[in-house]
């Protein structure tokens, strides 16, 4: 069966430091990846999405980036964090078509 | 592009009460429709969701959701909730041959005892 990682579970980081956030998937291959973001009582943005390696689409200009290195890795970063950049990532991955978005347990960011 | 509205963010009612969260949708062409819950510092857990045919469609947890073409809509219900139902619930939607998923502001079900 499939299953999704993602760490780490909370994270604490001045301002200006940068991130790097980790998410992979076992047990499917060439699965869609994405990065969502969800501030505190509001519902989830769509950050970043990947079809493939290497292949990143971005939806919000913002002070984050992503790659995917690998098939099964999908990797959030920023050179320097901001307070703004506080929340609840999440991470998902899905199959092509209808199917519907398999989720991480999320990373809460706490920018101080 | 789709974009999803649920109409309720906040929505309290009694144990073994019915509920409905609702859901309407915006897009110019065919959707998949979903709905998930989120507990507390979770990731979101698929409830059920709808690709085609009957537009019935039942989910865990004893919750189901009706597809209304004409009135762009995805309501979820439940004809008895318990305590344990108390969470966010978030409607999304994807078109057809578009890879990203877009999500609702969410509703916050609050099951009393």
């Known amino acids: 069966s499939q299953t999704i990682h993602q760490w780490p579970a909370t994270l604490v980081q001045p301002v200006g430091s940068p991130l790097s956030l980790e998410c992979t998937v076992e047990g499917t291959s060439n699965p869609n990846l994405y990065w969502y973001r969800q501030a505190a009582g509001r519902g989830l943005q769509l950050l970043f999405y990947?079809?493939?390696?290497?292949?990143i689409s971005s939806e919000v200009p913002q002070n984050l980036s992503a790659s995917r290195p690998q098939d099964r890795q999908f990797i959030l970063s920023s050179k320097k964090l901001l307070l703004s950049d506080s929340g609840f990532y999440l991470c998902?991955?899905?199959?092509?078509?209808?199917?519907?978005?398999?989720f991480g347990n999320g990373t809460r960011l706490t920018v101080t | 592009a789709q974009s999803v509205t649920q109409l309720d963010s906040q929505v309290p009612v009694f144990e073994e009460a019915p509920v409905e969260l609702r859901c309407n949708y915006s897009s110019s062409v065919s959707v998949y429709l979903f709905w998930y819950v989120q507990y507390p510092n979770q990731g979101l857990q698929l409830l059920l969701k709808?690709?085609?045919?009957?537009?019935l469609v039942k989910g865990i947890n004893g919750f189901e959701a009706e597809f209304n073409k004409s009135q762009t809509s995805f309501h979820l219900r439940k004809p008895s909730v318990h305590i344990s139902d108390t969470a966010e619930y978030f409607c999304?939607?994807?078109?057809?041959?578009?890879?990203?998923?877009?999500f609702g502001a969410g509703t916050r079900l609050t099951v009393k005892p």
């Open positions: 999304a939607v994807r078109e057809y041959n578009n890879n990203d998923m877009r």
């Open positions: 709808y690709l085609s045919g009957s537009t």
């Open positions: 998902a991955w899905s199959d092509r078509g209808g199917s519907p978005l398999h």
């Open positions: 990947s079809v493939g390696i290497g292949q």
